[in-house]
């Protein structure tokens, strides 16, 4: 990767990742608020969990593989693309607007759906909490929409640090939420914050709050905008001016959207169907993870696609549509494999870290239950198993729409969903305390499969697009993720990792602790390693920062 690229990816990334930090303390004052592994927790996660799946499974990926090519081939207009710009822009927010009411008003059929395993008493209230939630699709519309301007007009930074803004309000809001009503107790049956004695003021404190922070993540982003010069304004007259490629890009970017998160939804149905086992099963003592101990794991491993991968997939993404323009392969696979070898750098070690370490993580978002803790633990170690895949195949799935090529990524799309949906079945039909292993298995096995539906497409468009360099690096990052897992797993040991009786389940605290210091010993011996195994491409990642702080 250039200097200027890398800069540009590590702005970002740091952007994203104080994002990431900040989301890691709501997610950590939600389990103080609502509990881990309880039915309103689960409930409120499933509300407050669709508008982005709809939001995605309707627009997402046009608005993000369509804009970018189109705003760049805008920019050699005589006027800079201000007029095309603000037609597809003004196309694009009616078009979010018109789906966004429509699933409101559609709100508690979509509840009934989704909880169809439900009491008539819980879908009730999976409809209040989508009432107030559902909003949202709009707000994380326009969002991408005036992200995706900026991304191409250059301008990367704002978009990866307007999330900081929906972070905070959350967190503030929590905070009250616990100081006014109190923090969840899951020793009481039923546990405190329950169906019956929720109010009104609760409802408005948590999920309007979940709102008006997506709202205040999209409305921040006019700021930069004005600063483009680009006078953009509502313009409704879409005809003859070039839409129609787009308009055929969209039309198989919508339907692997459709397909893809089709299949999601069917798994967050799967998850959601806990609850309605929960309450009988935790009778017996049984520990029923659901909606939200599989959103906190994907929320964990994903974390390093969403802090390094997608920084570098977003300025890659600019520099292989212009290469694709020029009908340069191999400059759009030299771009690739840059991204591949320098992304692992992270992915690798932070999948490695969550499975040697998942369960004092479990027991910091388990809601202070060793039990509730474990369970989450074992669900982030299945899952994690797929986290660099899951980098890998974003940005092969970025090669093809940098292209304009909207087809291949729904064919290999259309194959993961089948498999998708046989696993996710396949894991309803195990035991209700299973469940949830077997969708987070589903997770990282459909990213290994995508990520080799989409190498044997590249091989054929590109040929070799510097596979033995991409296979080389993967490898001895592995060696020296693995060789690190072993130091960290010792110093877990040293801490009563493995024992419900030692120092790393004792308490929250305690397993905070175990983590940092386990974590920093885990990554010192990692650089040590990286050194050793001479993976060049860590200067890559590293130097742009460290030059910046020389300055």
């Not at 693995?482 to 389940?505: C, E, I, K, N, R």
């Not at 050793?532 to 020389?550: D, M, N, Q, Y």
């Amino acid at each position: 990767m250039a200097r200027s690229g890398a800069f540009s990816s590590a702005i970002m990334a740091a952007g994203t990742l104080v994002s990431r930090v900040l989301g890691f303390v709501k997610t950590f004052l939600i389990t103080v608020a609502l509990g881990a592994t309880t039915t309103v927790g689960d409930i409120f996660e499933t509300a407050n969990t669709l508008p982005n799946l709809i939001y995605v499974l309707v627009a997402g990926g046009i608005f993000n593989a369509v804009l970018v090519p189109q705003i760049i081939k805008a920019a050699k207009h005589d006027d800079g693309g201000s007029d095309f710009i603000s037609r597809l822009v003004t196309l694009a927010v009616c078009g979010i607007a018109a789906v966004t009411a429509v699933v409101v008003i559609c709100a508690m059929p979509i509840i009934s759906i989704m909880g169809s395993e439900w009491s008539p008493e819980q879908q009730r209230f999976g409809f209040v909490f989508a009432v107030w939630c559902f909003p949202q699709i709009f707000f994380y519309g326009l969002y991408t929409i005036i992200g995706q301007v900026l991304n191409a007009r250059g301008a990367f930074g704002w978009f990866m640090w307007a999330p900081v803004v929906n972070n905070i309000v959350a967190i503030a809001a929590l905070i009250i939420f616990i100081t006014s009503f109190g923090a969840q107790d899951v020793t009481t049956t039923p546990p405190f914050h329950n169906l019956t004695s929720w109010t009104s003021a609760q409802t408005i404190v948590l999920a309007g709050s979940a709102t008006l922070g997506v709202a205040l993540q999209a409305l921040i982003l006019f700021i930069p905008l004005r600063k483009l010069g680009l006078n953009l304004r509502p313009k409704f007259g879409w005809r003859g001016i070039g839409l129609g490629s787009a308009a055929n890009l969209a039309v198989w970017t919508l339907a692997t959207g459709v397909v893809s998160n089709l299949a999601f939804m069917y798994l967050t149905k799967v998850a959601a169907n806990i609850v309605g086992a929960r309450e009988r099963l935790m009778d017996l003592g049984i520990q029923l993870p659901g909606v939200q101990a599989l959103n906190y794991s994907s929320m964990l491993y994903s974390l390093p696609h969403g802090v390094i991968g997608l920084s570098i997939a977003t300025i890659l993404f600019n520099r292989m549509s212009a290469s694709s323009q020029e009908k340069d392969h191999q400059a759009v696979g030299a771009a690739l494999s840059a991204g591949l070898r320098t992304a692992s750098i992270a992915t690798v070690f932070c999948a490695v870290a969550l499975v040697v370490f998942a369960g004092p993580i479990g027991m910091i978002f388990g809601g202070g239950g060793q039990q509730a803790g474990a369970v989450i633990g074992q669900t982030i170690a299945v899952i994690a198993l797929g986290g660099p895949f899951l980098t890998i195949a974003f940005m092969m799935g970025r090669v093809f729409y940098s292209q304009e090529d909207a087809k291949t990524p729904f064919y290999i799309q259309l194959i993961s969903a089948i498999v998708i949906v046989a696993l996710g079945f396949a894991a309803s039909c195990l035991a209700p305390q299973h469940t949830i292993y077997g969708l987070a298995l589903t997770y990282a096995l459909q990213n290994i499969l995508a990520v080799y539906l989409s190498h044997r497409v590249l091989v054929k468009r590109l040929g070799d697009y510097g596979i033995a360099d991409i296979v080389s690096t993967h490898a001895r990052v592995a060696f020296a993720s693995a060789a690190a897992g072993l130091v960290g797993a010792t110093a877990l040991y040293l801490m009563g990792g493995y024992s419900f009786d030692g120092f790393a389940w004792s308490s929250r605290g305690s397993a905070f602790i175990t983590v940092a210091v386990g974590g920093v010993v885990m990554t010192i011996a990692y650089y040590a390693m990286l050194l050793l195994f001479k993976v060049r491409e860590l200067e890559s990642l590293t130097a742009p920062i460290l030059a910046k702080l020389g300055r």
